[in-house]
């Protein structure tokens, strides 16, 4: 079992830049796919990127390519997503997750999730 907990949050303005962290507790993280996924108000989660459980291979959705950068420490069960340029539209609670296949883009697809960390971005 994995358990996961996300922080970096915080008020940003547009063009400015974040880095989530997740740290993860659990002897078996490296053996698990991670992801971003966001929520906005009103709004059903959605992905945002992946990382595969070695670190070479990551996917991003198409709202954060050239953007955002997915990456991952091992030794120190922790998780990143360093979001630069970003837009109101950014705006929403981030969440971590662990699974099992790189190539899963829902939520459902995902074992644990962090409790979110919320990013605002301001015009």
């Known amino acids: 079992q994995v358990q996961l907990v996300e922080s970096g949050g915080g008020l940003v303005q547009a063009g400015g830049s974040l880095r989530l962290s997740c740290a993860a507790s659990?002897?078996?993280?490296?053996?698990?796919?991670m992801g971003w996924f966001r929520q906005a108000p009103g709004k059903e989660r959605e992905f945002v990127a992946v990382?595969?459980?070695?670190?070479?291979?990551?996917y991003y959705a198409d709202s954060a390519k050239g953007r955002f950068t997915i990456s991952r420490d091992n030794a120190k069960n922790m998780v990143y997503l360093q979001m630069n340029s970003l837009k109101p539209e950014d705006t929403a609670v981030y969440y971590c997750?662990?699974?099992?296949?790189?190539?899963?883009?829902?939520?459902?697809?995902?074992?644990?999730w962090g409790q979110g960390t919320q990013v605002t971005v301001s015009s």
């Open positions: 990382i595969s459980w070695r670190g070479d291979n990551k």
């Open positions: 659990g002897r078996t993280f490296s053996s698990y796919v």
């Open positions: 997750a662990a699974g099992g296949s790189y190539y899963q883009r829902s939520p459902g697809g995902f074992d644990y």
